[in-house]
């Protein structure tokens, strides 16, 4: 039925989003965001996570929800070692 999807539950709450409108791609060296047809990239700053809220902040959909995963190895460029391997991407 959806090529991505994702299950989120909490406290008893569950939630189901499948399908992405777009995504968020962190690298070493760049973000990239793709947004329905629209495709940007940006270098990566000393805040990664920062950079990450401010993309979804641009997307300015009303009422709406992101949800995605990170890879572990995000944990190296928030440590501020993008020498180590990180690759990570949040679908929305």
Same mark, same amino acid.
């Given at each position: ?21 777009? !995504? ?5 060296? !760049? ?7 629209? !495709? ?32 572990? !190895? ?8 993008p ?7 949040c679908?929305?």
């Amino acid at each position: 039925m959806f090529d991505q999807y994702v299950i989120y539950e909490q406290n008893g709450d569950v939630r189901f989003a499948g399908g992405a409108l777009g !995504e968020i791609r962190v690298g070493r060296s !760049e973000i990239r965001r793709r947004w329905l047809d629209e !495709e940007t990239a940006a270098p990566l700053g000393s805040h990664p996570l920062h950079q990450v809220h401010e993309e979804l902040r641009q997307l300015a959909v009303e009422g709406w929800t992101a949800y995605g995963w990170m890879a572990f !190895e995000f944990s190296h460029l928030y440590a501020g070692r993008p020498d180590r391997p990180a690759t990570t991407t949040c679908s929305i």
